[in-house]
Each structure stands twice: as C-alpha cells, then as structure tokens.
C-alpha cells in the first residue's frame, strides 16, 4: 500500500526527481501549492534548489509560510531537502540576512572558502561525501538505515550552523571543515544533502521517512 505524501509546489525545489523518489520509496505523492492541502498533509516535504532568500520570498508571495507552519504544530512528520533544510533555520546570511521558518534555532552561514590547512576549495560542495552521526547518534532518525561513511550526494554553498547540538543529526568532512550534512528537532528532519540523488541509500532514507521514523 502506498504511503499519501505531500510536496509543497512554491514553483522551485527540483519538484520532478523528488517527486519520483518518493514514488519509488513507497510514496503516494501530491504536489500541491494549496494551503488547505499542505497544512492537513500526513507527511509533508519541502524541497528546494537556489537560494535561500528567493525560496522564502516564493513561499511567502503564494501564502505557503503559515500553512507550513500550520503543518509543523500538528507534529506530523515533516522533511526539508537542502534549501528546504536551510528554511527551517533562523536566519541565512547568503545575499544579506534573511529570515527563516525559526524551526531550528541557528543560521546558514558561507561554506568556508578554505579547507582546515588554509588551502582554496571549491565552492559550492558539490558531490559525494560520507555522512558521520551528530553527537547522539541517528537510531531511530531517517539515516538508522545507513552505516556511518555512507556517501550521499551535495550541491551546496551555504550550510546550517544549530545552535544545539542535539539538532545536528549528521555532519559530514570537508577538507576538515565539519559541515552540517542533516537537522532534526521533534517531528522535523532536514537534509543538506539531496536523498532524492543518492541513489538506493537516499531512497531508503525517504522510505524511512514515509513509514515514520521519528527522530
């Protein structure tokens, strides 16, 4: 029996391979911009792709922020993917300081320009990398399927900073800068990284997701 999905449609988020991969893990998916639909979701998932500002505003403009927030309060399970994850942050300082959905207390800040020995890296990370357990560990989260190491696919420039370490789910090594790879806090999971593109293991992590792992 498929599992009923909802994926907020703000006009962005890379909707079509999110929306397969949620098919394939199980999912029955509705991509809706509604905001009665999305604040009565069983599940809802909010992608995105570009920048943080211009997912907010988008939000915004089509009424989706207070519908999400709607959503969160009823504690049902709730899944950001990558600018998505960043929305559930306090703040984001890419292109100025703009706000978030205040989920996860903490900012988005600038992937370092440097690796750990002061020697330039590309920016944005982009590709494979091995997700480590934050400080409690994942059992029980999205991630309890996979082994520490796995490798999970990143298209980022920016990345959270929480506050509280028991929000920081997963982080991952960047020439020895400790990025924030995944978020958790209640009935909320966010990932940096793109399940939807990290092949068997991402669809284990949204099957996980659909059949309610909870943090």
Same mark, same amino acid.
């Given at each position: +029996? ?12 890379? %909707? ?14 509705? %991509? ?13 998932? =909010? ?13 915004? *403009? ?22 998505? +994850?960043?929305?559930? +942050?306090?703040?984001?300082? *890419? ?50 399927? %996979? *082994? ?39 009935? +909320? ?20 997701? =659909? ?5």
């Amino acid at each position: +029996m498929s599992i009923p999905v909802t994926v907020v449609d703000y006009g962005s988020g890379n %909707l079509f391979s999110v929306t397969r991969a949620l098919e394939e893990s199980g999912g029955r998916v509705t %991509l809706s911009g509604d905001l009665a639909t999305v604040a009565a979701a069983e599940r809802l998932v =909010l992608p995105g792709v570009g920048a943080f500002s211009a997912a907010m505003w988008a939000l915004a *403009e089509r009424g989706l922020t207070d519908a999400i927030r709607r959503f969160v309060e009823t504690e049902r399970p709730f899944l950001g993917i990558c600018v998505g +994850m960043q929305a559930m +942050m306090d703040y984001s300082e *890419e292109f100025g300081r703009h706000d978030g959905f205040g989920f996860v207390r903490g900012g988005v800040v600038a992937v370092p320009a440097t690796g750990a020995d002061g020697r330039p890296h590309p920016v944005p990370h982009i590709g494979w990398n091995a997700l480590k357990p934050g400080a409690n560990g994942w059992d029980g989260s999205c991630l309890a399927a %996979l *082994e520490p190491g796995t490798a999970v696919y990143f298209v980022h420039s920016f990345a959270a900073c929480p506050e509280r370490s028991e929000n920081v789910l997963a982080t991952c090594d960047y020439d020895g800068r400790t990025l924030t790879a995944a978020v958790v806090k209640d009935n +909320m999971t966010g990932c940096q990284f793109h399940p939807e593109k990290s092949g068997p293991l991402g669809l284990k992590i949204l099957g996980r997701f =659909l059949n309610g792992a909870r943090p």
